[in-house]
């Protein structure tokens, strides 16, 4: 139940954070505001860091693959899609159809076992779900 709480939390603050980001890179400019985004964050993970966890930082050069570290850098160019997105389409149509685009990779990823997550079988009533999904995106576009 924690789990479906946290994931809708998530849903709300990147709506919410779109449009904030949205807003601040009409005043200033799209990598003037991806940076303040991307160290803001570092900020608040800093401090976070520092009240509960004090693990060493080391353990990051541990990590196996190497490409794994992108998180970060993958992290700046989402911040940069959602602004564009919105600025173009609108919140509701932006975060329609990132969520749609979410879904549809992280099933890819499962469907084939990439990046070291565990592989899934193929089920129909997932890529029935995601067309009704994509349906609900044109009935919503729909003028």
Same mark, same amino acid.
């Given at each position: ?5 946290? #994931? ?10 779109? &449009? ?8 200033? =400019?799209?990598?003037? =505001?991806?940076? $303040?985004? %991307? ?6 993970? !800093?401090? #976070? ?6 693990? =060493? ?9 190497? /490409?794994?570290? !992108?998180?970060?850098?993958? +992290? ?13 389409? +609108?919140?509701?149509?932006? &975060?329609?159809?990132?969520? &749609?685009? %979410? !879904?549809?990779?992280? /099933? ?7 990046? +070291?997550?565990?592989? %899934?079988?193929?089920? $129909? ?5 995601? #067309? &009704? ?11």
């Amino acid at each position: 139940m924690i789990g479906i709480f946290i #994931a809708l939390l998530s849903g709300a603050l990147m709506s919410v954070q779109g &449009v904030f980001n949205t807003e601040v890179t009409k005043g200033s =400019s799209m990598w003037v =505001s991806t940076s $303040w985004v %991307q160290f803001s964050a570092l900020i608040v993970c !800093l401090a #976070a860091w520092l009240f509960t966890d004090r693990s =060493s930082f080391t353990a990051i050069l541990q990590i196996q693959p190497k /490409y794994m570290l !992108l998180g970060g850098a993958i +992290g700046a160019f989402i911040t940069y899609t959602v602004i564009k997105s919105m600025a173009a389409l +609108g919140p509701a149509k932006a &975060v329609m159809l990132i969520v &749609v685009s %979410q !879904l549809l990779i992280a /099933y890819l990823i499962e469907l084939f076992g990439i990046f +070291g997550v565990e592989k %899934q079988p193929f089920e $129909w009533r997932r890529v029935l779900g995601m #067309a &009704v999904c994509i349906g609900g995106i044109i009935l919503f576009k729909w003028e």
